[in-house]
Nanobody
Framework: QVHLVESGGGLVQAGGSLRLSCAASGRTFSSYAMGWFRQAPGKEREFVAGISWSGGSTYYSDSVKGRFTISRDNAKNTAYLQMNSLKPEDTAVYYC?????????????????WGQGTQVTVSS
């Protein structure tokens, strides 16, 4: 069992940056692949980025590639999403997710655990 808590969301102007954190409980965090998703009002949940259990492999959606960076610190049981050059279309609730079977791709139904989400609002 893994309990995930996101933080770091907020209101930022277009072009600005935010860093989201996902703190995980439990001693087996390092064995879970992690993903970040987002959901805007009236839209479906969207994959943002994923990272393997070791941090050696990362994946990004085309919409954030080159602007966002996913990372993890297994010693701190925390995953991060650094978001730069933010755009109004990045406005959404951002969720982190964990998968115990090493999946870190875009299919949300493959993930086993989810956080409660943190709101990111980008003003123009």
């Amino acid at each position: 069992q893994v309990h995930l808590v996101e933080s770091g969301g907020g209101l930022v102007q277009a072009g600005g940056s935010l860093r989201l954190s996902c703190a995980a409980s439990g001693r087996t965090f390092s064995s879970y692949a992690m993903g970040w998703f987002r959901q805007a009002p009236g839209k479906e949940r969207e994959f943002v980025a994923g990272i393997s259990w070791s941090g050696g492999s990362t994946y990004y959606s085309d919409s954030v590639k080159g602007r966002f960076t996913i990372s993890r610190d297994n010693a701190k049981n925390t995953a991060y999403l650094q978001m730069n050059s933010l755009k109004p279309e990045d406005t959404a609730v951002y969720y982190c997710a964990a998968d115990k079977d090493y999946y870190s791709g875009p299919d949300y139904y493959m993930y086993d655990y989810w956080g409660q989400g943190t709101q990111v609002t980008v003003s123009s």
